[in-house]
C-alpha cells in the first residue's frame, strides 16, 4: 500500500509540476528512486533490490533513445525509470506501452485543435505530415522535424506516464 501510494504520488507531482512549468525536477525522481528501491529492498531483500534495479533499468532504456534523438525531456525519461523502480521490469512495458498509446492520441488531439483554432492550421497541419511520413520513411533525425514544431502546443509527457501507470495498475487489479 505505501508503494502504490508513493508511486502515485510521484506521477500525479511530476505531472503537475510539468503541466506548470514544462520540468519533471530531478530531486523528485531522485528521491522516489531512492525510496522505491529502499522499500523493496526492505521487503524482499536482494531479490527485492534487483527487481526495483531492473525495473529501472528498463524504464530508462524504454525512452533514452528517444531523449537522444531530441524528441523527448531527461525529465520524462527519469521518471519512467522512476516508475520502472516502483512496479518492476515487467509492469514498466505496460506502463509504457499505455503511455505510448496515450500519448500518441494526445498529439492527434493537440494537432487538431491547432489546426482548427489557427488561421492557416491545416496547410500547418500538413506540412507537419509530410514532415512525419519523411521521417518515417527515410529514418531521419527528429530534430529537423523539432523546428517546425516550435508553435505547437508542446506535450507534457509526465502526464501521459501517470496515465500509463494508471491503466497498467487497472490492468492488472493493482489499482480496484
Not at 1 to 19: E, I, K, Y
Not at 24 to 40: D, E, G, Q, S, Y
Not at 110 to 129: K, Q
Request: glycine letters at 16%.
Amino acid at each position: 500500500m505505501l508503494m502504490q501510494a508513493a508511486l502515485v504520488a510521484t506521477v500525479v507531482l511530476a505531472g503537475v509540476s510539468d503541466l506548470r512549468s514544462q520540468r519533471v525536477p530531478n530531486v523528485l525522481t531522485l528521491c522516489a528512486t531512492i525510496f522505491a528501491l529502499a522499500l523493496h529492498c526492505f521487503s524482499g531483500g536482494l531479490a527485492g533490490l534487483l527487481f526495483g534495479v531492473g525495473g529501472l533499468a528498463t524504464g530508462l532504456a524504454l525512452l533514452i533513445g528517444f531523449y537522444m534523438a531530441g524528441g523527448m525531456g531527461a525529465g520524462d525519461v527519469k521518471l519512467l525509470a522512476t516508475v520502472g523502480a516502483f512496479v518492476g521490469p515487467a509492469q514498466v512495458l505496460w506502463v509504457f506501452f499505455f503511455a505510448a498509446i496515450a500519448g500518441g492520441l494526445y498529439a492527434l488531439g493537440l494537432l487538431l485543435v491547432v489546426a482548427v483554432s489557427r488561421p492557416g492550421g491545416i496547410n500547418a497541419a500538413r506540412g507537419l505530415r509530410s514532415g512525419i511520413m519523411t521521417l518515417v520513411l527515410t529514418g531521419g533525425d527528429v530534430r529537423s522535424l523539432s523546428s517546425s514544431l516550435e508553435s505547437y502546443p508542446k506535450l507534457r509527457y509526465a502526464v501521459v506516464i501517470g496515465l500509463g501507470v494508471v491503466a497498467a495498475r487497472l490492468l492488472d487489479g493493482t489499482l480496484s
